[in-house]
């Protein structure tokens, strides 16, 4: 069965990406919602007529800037997604799930079932919770490893696998990536972040790095659909052997053949998979 993609920071960075390519430098030509806040804004400032100056991720936001200085923000938790159709395009989801449409003279981009949709000016953007407070962006060109470490080593009571998911300490992490992440590092996702050496520490965010870039690239994602596809973190071509720990409890470890483990973390009751012989919890 093919498992349903979950959006983690590499989902947002195609998505700003692709809606960037066909909507970004163009003027809405109508603006659609059923979410009654964004209605209104659109009542008072119509969206139609101004210009989409650019769209962009941030760690798991979706943030699209119009002319004017209005800016719409979107979180796809889990449920949540873009698409990009041409006009006349057949929609590949229902109707009754969209939330926003924004139509250009070409494209239209739609939101289907997206949970969190808020539109801010960049003052109340800079006071948003849950957005001001995010940690260096694991995507961005210029991620600072050495802040994002020093986040880390501030909360050395936290679980690894859960200091990694707390887009406060490092943006852009979801629950696929951080248990990938561990096993690429060499770390057990159930050690405190206080045990981790600089090494470890270094390991880990060369890891998030490495892995989530591989699944930014030009060939990865669909052009209409933005968070469903192929996530890739072992580098091999078969589509059964995609990922190295993530939903495979009992399988062999491709490394050691050792059976994969998995166990929810007591704080955020979010589950990690490793490899008990590549990840022990003893230094």
Not at 67 to 95: F, N, P
Not at 104 to 133: D, M, N, S
């Amino acid at each position: 069965m093919t498992r349903k993609r979950v959006p983690e920071g590499d989902t947002l960075w195609r998505a700003a990406r692709t809606l960037e390519r066909a909507i970004g430098g163009r003027e809405v030509t109508s603006f659609e919602t059923v979410l009654v806040k964004l209605a209104r804004v659109d009542e008072d400032t119509p969206i139609a007529g101004r210009t989409v100056e650019g769209v962009k991720s941030e760690g798991k936001w979706l943030v699209m800037r119009f002319s004017g200085g209005l800016i719409l923000l979107t979180h796809m938790l889990m449920s949540g997604s873009w698409h990009i159709y041409r006009r006349g395009e057949r929609w590949k989801r229902s109707r009754t799930d969209m939330r926003v449409v924004i139509e250009t003279a070409e494209w239209l981009a739609v939101a289907f079932t997206v949970p969190v949709a808020e539109f801010h000016t960049e003052e109340t953007l800079a006071r948003r919770a849950g957005f001001r407070t995010l940690g260096p962006r694991v995507l961005e060109e210029e991620f600072d490893a050495e802040q994002a470490i020093a986040n880390l080593r501030a909360r050395p009571e936290l679980e690894t696998g859960v200091a990694l998911m707390s887009q406060r300490l490092v943006a852009g992490l979801g629950n696929v990536f951080k248990s990938e992440v561990c096993f690429a590092a060499g770390v057990n996702p159930f050690r405190l972040v206080g045990s981790l050496s600089e090494d470890e520490l270094r390991r880990l965010m060369a890891a998030a790095v490495k892995l989530m870039k591989a699944n930014v690239t030009e060939n990865s994602g669909g052009p209409i659909v933005t968070y469903f596809g192929m996530r890739r973190t072992t580098g091999r071509s078969d589509p059964t052997e995609n990922l190295w720990v993530y939903h495979r409890t009992g399988k062999p470890c491709r490394k050691c053949g050792a059976p994969i483990v998995s166990r929810r973390h007591a704080s955020d009751a979010r589950n990690s998979f490793w490899c008990p012989r590549c990840q022990p919890m003893q230094l």
